[in-house]
T-cell receptor, first 114, second 113 residues
């Protein structure tokens, strides 16, 4: 039973390029969460999605960031026109139900903006 | 908004001793509180969840307490081992009924043999 999968594990982008991070939740999980971890800081919630719906995006920056979880395929976090400050580890987590509370995290994507 | 403080950034103990980590929160009492373990370069791993009506929860060598009056949770690892060395994160829901989590910055535990 595969866990949460994220790819790529490492991503290098130049300033101004786009970054696409993918997350496949655990089998049977329909709730996906994205978090960002900056160096020397804690994990920060970004967005919570169910299939085809954004439930809570209170942690998403207002510009350049978007997320989706289509009916088929992985969830995608998209960062347009990346800047150096976007360099961080991005983690995806999934849960079975909204009330299951336990979240299972993927290994993360480390984004470096040069 | 809810704030979480974990008592220290680093905790060093000897093998066999009990490690005690503290998590304090400042605002509303959450419906539950969770503890995660994170190793360098990896994602957090869920350890324990304790609900507001539970005083204590145990799992093998781990014990968590939850005091809603003090707004505090204590996380204990008994008979600690070098393999327990990691960063331990406290997490609460982002609002009273939410499922997205707010994380503390973590306490890095080092267990020496």
């Amino acid at each position: 039973n595969a866990g949460v999968m994220q790819n790529p594990r490492h991503l290098v982008r130049r300033r101004g390029q786009e970054a696409r991070l993918r997350c496949s939740p655990m089998k049977g999980h329909s709730h996906v969460y994205w978090y960002r971890q900056l160096p020397e800081e804690g994990l920060k919630f970004m967005v919570y999605l169910q299939k085809e719906n954004i439930i809570d995006e209170s942690g998403m920056p207002k510009e350049r960031f978007s997320a989706e979880f289509p009916k088929e395929g992985p969830s995608i976090l998209r960062i347009q026109q990346v800047v150096r400050g976007d360099s961080a580890a991005y983690f995806c987590a999934s849960s079975q139900t909204r009330d299951s509370n336990e979240q299972y995290f993927g290994p993360g994507t480390r984004l470096t903006v040069t | 908004s809810q704030k979480i403080e974990q008592n220290s950034e680093a905790l060093n103990i000897q093998e066999g001793k009990t490690a005690t980590l503290t998590c304090n929160y400042t605002n509303y009492s959450p419906a539950y509180l969770q503890w995660y373990r994170q190793d360098p370069g990896r994602g957090p791993v869920f350890l324990l969840l304790i609900r507001e009506n539970e005083k204590e929860k145990r799992k093998e060598r781990l014990k968590v307490t939850f005091d809603t009056t003090l707004k505090q949770s204590l996380f204990h690892i008994t008979a600690s081992q070098p393999a327990d060395s990691a960063t331990y994160l406290c997490a609460l829901p982002n609002n009273q009924a939410g499922t997205a989590l707010i994380f503390g910055k973590g306490t890095t535990l080092s267990v020496s043999s």
